[in-house]
Structure formats: structure tokens, C-alpha cells
């Protein structure tokens, strides 16, 4: 690990504009991802900004009957909080399928959100890595891309995103809450936090430098059965082969998103359209335009496997 600098920043304000006064700073909560990623050299920040001091470790009501989810609740506390379980289930059974305990307790909001692919060619920096080193190639187009993406994708990469808990938000139409060192604020549809690969794949969010996440807003709640099911190599600490987040109304409508397929949680209006018709109809909306590569053909039948199993469940 590289030598850096260091400090705690009293409020969003304060931290936004810390960062900017650093070249290559990074800000530090749980720091789950980027300790890791320092300790490999894959992030070599010269400064970080602590910012477990801000205060936004708070689970509150909003005015339009909906939840506003600090940036530092950590995973542990919004998986066990009783709102969520009684309203939101789909986001708590999202959490405890993303992590050990361990991991869950220190993991926050905006970190799980904003975490790093686990493409292993991203983690070997013997290899080429666009997301890593801009220019250098991918790696793993051509090698072992049995975990990577099938949607959504590019010439210049075909990474996923590993967070579970950003895909039970994105069928649940989170919003994310943004300040920055001038202390204006916005509102980032989940959806629209998250970039395309195109050409310029180390480029993962809408997120300007020294912007700083404050919060993630949830609409009130919307009912149905909700159901997340996640497809992995062994039954703990693995990511997701495939996960599938649903909620289906009794009329049989609702929401479904893919998580292990794309850069991004996989959603699309017609995919949700198509949800009364069954999970074959689902899946050829979901997956339209897919490219596999030498390994991860199966994830095409294993999404609709899925589809079907998880739209059983919630109509049973």
C-alpha cells in the first residue's frame, strides 16, 4: 500500500470540497472495497477523506410517504430496520444475500452503490484492463468471462456491476441525493447514476468530482410480493452468477430487474410490460440484443430459469 494523507471531514459540504483540493482523493467510510483495492494498487489515492463524522447514518420517513436512507446507514442496520422489512422486503432480502455479517456491518448506502466491478481481470494488474488503465485493452473478452456481462456491454468492456442491493433499489425507483462543495444538491434517478461502458469504461457514474452522495430516497411503498433470488457458484460470499429482483402485483404486473448481466441493474419498461405474459416473454425483453462470450453463454437460460422460478414463487 502506497503512503497517503488523511482527514475527517465535519459535513457533506466540508467533504465535497476536501476532495477537491487533492488531486487523486478518494473519500473512506466502511472502506470494504477500497481498502482491498489500495492494498493491490488498483486505487492509489494520495489523500482520504474520512467521512463517517457528516451524520447520515439515519433511516427517516419522508413527506410523501416514502424512506430517506442516509449515505452512511450501514448494510447491517437498513436490511434489520423494521420499515424496511414491513414495507420494502425486497431490499432487506437484497442486503443479506450481498455479504458475510462482517462485511454488512461495516458496508455502507453509498459504498455498496458506488463499488468496484469483481471482474478478475480488473483485480490482476498483470492484465489488460480498460476500467483499470484506460487504453490498455480487455482481457477478458478473449479469457475467462464465465461471470461477466451478456447486456449492456462494449467493445472496450464487459464488466458487471456486483451490487445486489443497488438492483433491489432499482426495481424499487431509488433516487439518489447528491451535494457538492458549493452545497447545491440533486436528485439522480438510480438509473441515471450509472454509465455505459462505450469507449470510456473507467468512467462507472454521472457523478462529478467532489460530488458526494448524502442520501437514497425511496417512493413510498408500493405493495405486491417482492422477491429477490440470486443465482451464485456456492451459497455464501460469492456474487452473482445472475440475481432477479421482482415485485408482482395481483394483477400480475410490477418490476423486474437482472443484476450479474450488465454495468448496471439490468431493468426495462418492456420487460416490466411483458410480466403478466410469463418469464420467457420477461427474459426476451430483458436479454434483446445480447452478446454472450466463450463462457457465460449460459446465463441466457439460467435468466429465464430464474425468471420463471422467482414469478412462481411470488404468484404462489
Known amino acids: 500500500m502506497k503512503a497517503f494523507s488523511y482527514e475527517r471531514a465535519g459535513s457533506a459540504k466540508d467533504a465535497a470540497a476536501a476532495l477537491l483540493k487533492t488531486p487523486n482523493a478518494k473519500f473512506i467510510a466502511g472502506g470494504t472495497n477500497l481498502i482491498d483495492l489500495m492494498k493491490l494498487q488498483i486505487e492509489t489515492p494520495t489523500h482520504l477523506v474520512d467521512v463517517n463524522g457528516v451524520g447520515l447514518d439515519r433511516i427517516e420517513a419522508t413527506d410523501e410517504g416514502g424512506l430517506r436512507i442516509g449515505a452512511l446507514v450501514r448494510n447491517t442496520d437498513l436490511a434489520a430496520d423494521k420499515v424496511v422489512r414491513r414495507d420494502y422486503?425486497?431490499?432487506?432480502?437484497?442486503?443479506?444475500?450481498g455479504a458475510s455479517g462482517q462485511l454488512r456491518n461495516k458496508?455502507?448506502?453509498?459504498?455498496?452503490l458506488l463499488q468496484r466491478t469483481r471482474c478478475p481481470y480488473f483485480y490482476d494488474t498483470a492484465q489488460a484492463c480498460n476500467k483499470r488503465m484506460p487504453g490498455s485493452g480487455c482481457a477478458a473478452i478473449e479469457g475467462f468471462n464465465r461471470t461477466l456481462a451478456v447486456v449492456g456491454a462494449s467493445p472496450a468492456c464487459i464488466a458487471t456491476h456486483p451490487s445486489d442491493m443497488a438492483v433491489a433499489m432499482r426495481a424499487l425507483d431509488a433516487t439518489v441525493e447528491t451535494t457538492n462543495a458549493e452545497g447545491k444538491t440533486r436528485r439522480i434517478p438510480l438509473d441515471l447514476l450509472y454509465r455505459a461502458p462505450g469507449t470510456t469504461p473507467h468512467l462507472e457514474t454521472t457523478l462529478e468530482r467532489g460530488e458526494f452522495i448524502t442520501a437514497v430516497t425511496l417512493p413510498k411503498p408500493v405493495g405486491g410480493t417482492q422477491v429477490?433470488?440470486?443465482v451464485r457458484d456456492r451459497a455464501s460470499y460469492a456474487f452473482a452468477l445472475v440475481s432477479v429482483a421482482a415485485i408482482v402485483q395481483r394483477d400480475g404486473s410490477?418490476?423486474?430487474?437482472l443484476g450479474g448481466v450488465a454495468h448496471k441493474p439490468w431493468r426495462k419498461p418492456e420487460a416490466d410490460a411483458a410480466m403478466p405474459q410469463g418469464a420467457k416473454a420477461v427474459a426476451d425483453q430483458l436479454l434483446a440484443g445480447a452478446k454472450t462470450s466463450e463462457h457465460n453463454a449460459f446465463k441466457l437460460p439460467l435468466v429465464e430459469r430464474a425468471l420463471g422460478a422467482i414469478l412462481a414463487e411470488a404468484r404462489a
Open 89 to 97: 422486503p425486497l431490499l432487506s432480502r437484497a442486503l443479506v444475500s
Open 107 to 112: 458496508a455502507t448506502t453509498a459504498g455498496n
Open 228 to 230: 429477490y433470488h440470486k
Open 254 to 257: 410490477g418490476a423486474v430487474v
